[in-house]
């Protein structure tokens, strides 16, 4: 059974940063592309970020320039870094993961992926 364990998350204040990791058991890490979503209050959950297999990434729009997606297959983590946090970046923030064959194939749509876990919150505020 695949499971998907989020840390890192906290209070922060604007133009601060933060690291969230994405811890993978059950399954080999290495066969998965992990993307980072949030979902602030009243709200849908969005897309932030996505890293392939091979640890190419895709960034949302509002994130571009902000944060940084690495991937440790030996530690089976996902790290998203973000720097320069506004107030509006406050929200849940989850990583899941998904199968793929292709070492480059990056997925952006959450509707797209299998597993997820339960969340960290991240609070932008002074």
């Known amino acids: 059974q695949v499971q998907l364990l989020e840390s890192g998350g906290g209070l922060v204040q604007p133009g601060g940063s933060l690291r969230l990791f994405c811890r993978m058991s059950?399954?080999?890490?290495?066969?998965?592309?992990i993307g980072w979503f949030r979902q602030a209050p009243g709200k849908e959950r969005e897309f932030v970020a996505t890293?392939?297999?091979?640890?190419?990434?895709v960034y949302a729009d509002s994130m571009k320039g902000r944060c940084i997606s690495s991937r440790d297959n030996a530690e089976a983590t996902a790290t998203l870094q973000m720097i320069n946090l506004k107030p509006e970046d406050t929200a849940v923030y989850y990583c899941?993961?998904?199968?793929?064959?292709?070492?480059?194939?990056?997925?952006?749509?959450?509707?797209?992926?299998?597993?997820w876990g339960q969340g960290t919150q991240v609070t932008v505020s002074s």
């Open positions: 899941a993961g998904v199968t793929a064959t292709s070492p480059n194939l990056v997925r952006t749509n959450l509707d797209e992926y299998e597993y």
């Open positions: 059950g399954r080999t890490f290495s066969n998965y592309v």
């Open positions: 890293i392939s297999r091979s640890g190419g990434s």
